[in-house]
């Protein structure tokens, strides 16, 4: 087994409040990691800190062997970690494929007199691209919508997109914050079968849930923060039977 993620002492401080709390774990490559914890936990802060958007106060993010803590989020994003948001970051009046387009434009290297001369690196690129977006059309199932704006499809095919966007950059870890955030219980299958899907191309997640049903049936290994602390991790269902867990969720981390 490959560690291709590792978090050590992790910490995050916002004026007098910690954040994120000397926070430790590895990640193995091709597993799907939850992160759970109830609201302000510091979840969305983890993975602020390991995209790089934010900086540790104190930690280390290692990933594929590389000390990246501090690192920009653009070469953080080259070096094959992709995110979503918790709030569902689209260019909403745009075409679904072009929301594709522009999350591949951080692969490619045309600058302006690629585009103006027509360069053959500019014609490979643009192919290589079309290729791309076709590619992820299908593998998200989003191909009927191809030409909608983004903000008129339905939310939970909005969720799918977002995720799409982020593997244009064929990422080796995905971080998904709340993918089935503001949808309905009823209408989380396609999101899950589709993460089901990238695990299945070998790609690493780690996803930050509070829909139990979820988490049980796609993750590995369950990290849960409480006020910025790890307080359980391990095998999803003895997570779950955490006494710390069960009191910091409010008995709602129920299989
Ligand atoms: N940029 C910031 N400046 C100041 N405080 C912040 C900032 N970002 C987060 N916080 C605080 O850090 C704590 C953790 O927030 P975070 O967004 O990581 O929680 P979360 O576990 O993702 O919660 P939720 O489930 O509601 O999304 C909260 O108390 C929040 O108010
Ligand atoms: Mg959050």
Redesign the pocket.
């Known amino acids: 087994m490959t560690t291709l993620l590792r978090v050590e002492g992790l910490t995050r401080l916002?004026?007098g409040?910690v954040?994120?709390n000397k926070v430790d774990f590895d990640v193995e490559e091709g597993k799907i990691i939850a992160i759970i914890?109830?609201?302000?936990?510091?979840?969305?802060?983890?993975f602020?800190l390991i995209g790089g958007t934010?900086s540790p106060s104190s930690g280390k993010v290692f990933f594929a062997g590389n000390d990246i803590t501090g690192w920009k989020p653009y070469s953080i994003a080259r070096a094959g970690i992709a995110r979503t948001f918790?709030t569902t970051a689209l260019f909403e009046e745009l075409p679904v494929y072009v929301n594709l387009v522009i999350g591949h434009r951080m692969r490619t290297r045309s600058g302006l007199w690629d585009v103006i001369l027509h360069t053959p690196r500019q014609k490979r690129e643009k192919n290589e691209t079309t290729a791309k977006v076709l590619e992820v059309l299908e593998f998200t199932e989003l191909g009927e919508y191809i030409n909608a704006p983004a903000g008129s499809i339905p939310q939970e095919a909005q969720k799918r997109l977002a995720i799409g966007v982020a593997l244009m950059g064929n990422p080796r870890l995905l971080l998904l914050?709340?993918p089935t955030g503001g949808v309905g219980m009823g209408e989380t299958d396609n999101i899950i079968a589709l993460i089901d899907r990238i695990r299945a191309k070998g790609v690493t997640v780690c996803v930050?849930e509070?829909k139990m049903r979820m988490i049980m049936s796609l993750a590995d290994r369950i990290v849960a923060?409480n006020f910025?602390v790890k307080i359980a991790e391990g095998d999803p269902q003895r997570v779950c039977d955490d006494p710390a867990v069960i009191e910091a969720y409010l008995g709602e981390c129920i299989a």
């Not at 914890?37 to 983890?46: E, I, Q, V």
Request: charged share 10%.
């Open positions: 916002f004026g409040l954040a994120v914890g109830p609201n302000g936990a510091g979840k969305s802060t983890l602020n934010i918790q914050d709340e930050i509070h923060l910025g």
